[in-house]
């Protein structure tokens, strides 16, 4: 009997390094974007995340799980967080951390919710809230590969000031004819807003994704509800599932 | 000798401590939810159409459809499970058949065991862990839930329940434990997980000792 040896289970160890803050960005009300200088980082691949952890003075230890939002190809590794109402780690990062300030980081993490243009496409990315973070590394890699992959973007926000990443989304898609990013707002959306007023349903994805003949890349995340409902519609639109890709969090989730 | 690590200035416990903080591995934290993690969409199998396998390295299978595996003893269990993705839920219930039971009944129409298995799963998913894992009770395959048959989005029609290891490895959507003579990685072992996942060593990734 043969066993077969994939990369992937002979990689070096995950180690614990030490990130440095260089700055931070506050993207929205309860988002904020770390740029991070770790010395020795091993690159990444766009989709993938990191084990954060914060040591406090009196010794006590927390670990979190954050994706990353820059390119592999961008100088500093940057994540996205969002707040938590009861957020240990999330209300630290996003409140008290300031450039500077030193935390323990362990990655890149996670081989399948990945995405890089040797992949090819067509490319579907369906967020919902802080689930755009993976897909924005996809995104910025994609712009910094100058590739020409035709690809859509499908959002779900709950408010329009809540939509993170929002003018670099429309830089992007201005310049980009091969970029189409649409836009969903399921409560309070401005009245000059021009996009969709709703949950994702099958007609929204039907008109902002790609028919199932065009075989496209699909890579889905955001909080569960959000997740389940627009996988199992793009099952019961004829997409293969083998081509679905998942990533779920959020409120159903764990409390980071 | 790895370095302390670096204390980050400011931060502190925000949350007293848990309760039973002697029950989380480390790195790990107590929630009270049921989050949901899968690589695709969850797939769906009629239970007329279902069934479960045992098969043998020679390739000999034993076989129960729905009706038979619920015709079997049951063993139910309360458990804590542990995600890789840090969060711990403590107390878990579950009901379903052991798999002490399902080799007993396999042995009886020849499927002989291996030291390693291979549990596969509709949708494709893949997970391997050592026999010695599942035996002695330390496993079943589960179908009910709190009480209730599982759901689809928890692994239903029937998941593997491995839970002394991280919970990864409770193969959900599980169709089939087929014996290998060495081990080999399943689907998140090949991409960067550990190829064992005991919690309590924090086996996250592969190369964490």
């Given at each position: 009997m043969t066993t077969p040896v994939l990369a992937g289970a002979v990689a070096a160890r995950v180690r614990w390094r030490t990130a440095t803050v260089a700055g931070v960005v506050d993207?929205?009300?309860?988002v904020r974007t770390l740029l991070l200088d770790v010395p020795g980082w091993p690159g990444h691949r766009a989709g993938q995340h990191v084990d954060v952890r914060l040591t406090a003075e009196d010794g006590y230890r927390a670990e979190r799980s954050y994706s990353i939002?820059?390119?592999?190809?961008?100088p500093q590794l940057a994540l996205t967080v969002e707040r938590l109402e009861e957020g240990e780690v999330s209300s630290y990062l996003c409140g008290e951390l300031r450039a500077g300030d030193v935390f323990e980081l362990r990655g890149?993490?996670?081989?399948?919710?990945v995405w890089g243009v040797?992949?090819?496409?067509?490319l579907f990315l369906v967020a919902g809230g802080s689930g755009i973070v993976p897909l924005m590394s996809m995104l910025r890699h994609r712009s910094a590969m100058h590739s020409t992959i035709p690809t859509r973007l499908l959002y779900s926000s709950r408010r329009w000031d809540e939509v993170i990443y929002r003018d670099e989304l429309l830089r992007l898609a201005d310049k980009d004819p091969g970029l189409v990013v649409t836009h969903t707002i399921?409560?309070?959306?401005?009245?000059?807003f021009r996009g969709y007023?709703?949950?994702?349903?099958r007609a929204m994805l039907e008109e902002a994704g790609w028919p199932s003949g065009d075989a496209p890349l699909t890579y889905i995340c955001g909080p569960t509800p959000l997740v389940e409902a627009v996988a199992n519609e793009m099952v019961a639109l004829g997409h293969d599932p083998a081509r679905v890709k998942t990533e779920r969090f959020g409120p159903t989730g764990p409390v980071e | 000798m790895p370095d302390p690590s670096p204390v980050s200035r400011?931060?502190?416990?925000?949350?007293?401590?848990?309760?039973?903080?002697?029950?989380?591995?480390?790195g790990q934290y107590e929630t009270r939810d049921f989050p949901v993690l899968s690589a695709g969409p969850t797939p769906r199998s009629p239970l007329a159409k279902w069934d479960f396998t045992l098969r043998g390295v020679d390739g000999r299978a034993a076989r129960w459809t729905w009706a038979a595996l619920q015709a079997l003893p049951r063993a139910p269990r309360t458990t804590d499970i542990h995600c890789v993705t840090k969060w711990s839920k403590f107390d878990t219930h579950w009901d379903g058949v052991s798999i002490d039971t399902l080799l007993a009944e396999g042995a009886k129409q020849g499927v002989t065991s291996a030291p390693f298995v291979m549990a596969v799963c509709d949708g494709g998913y893949t997970t391997n862990v050592p026999l010695a894992d599942l035996v002695d009770g330390k496993a079943m395959v589960a179908f009910i839930y709190e009480g209730e048959p599982l759901d689809p989005e928890h692994g239903g029609p029937a998941r593997l329940l491995v839970?002394?290891?991280?919970?990864?490895?409770?193969?959900?959507?599980?169709r089939e434990l087929r014996f290998m003579e060495r081990d080999q990685p399943g689907f998140w072992e090949s991409v960067g997980y550990h190829i064992y996942g005991d919690p309590w060593r924090e086996q996250r990734y592969t190369g964490d000792p």
């Open positions: 993207e929205t009300p309860g939002a820059s390119a592999p190809e961008d890149p993490i996670g081989g399948y919710f040797q992949d090819g496409g067509p399921t409560r309070d959306a401005p009245a000059e007023r709703r949950r994702i349903d | 400011g931060f502190h416990r925000k949350h007293p401590a848990a309760t039973q903080a002697e029950r989380l591995p480390p839970p002394h290891l991280y919970f990864w490895k409770s193969a959900k959507w599980v």
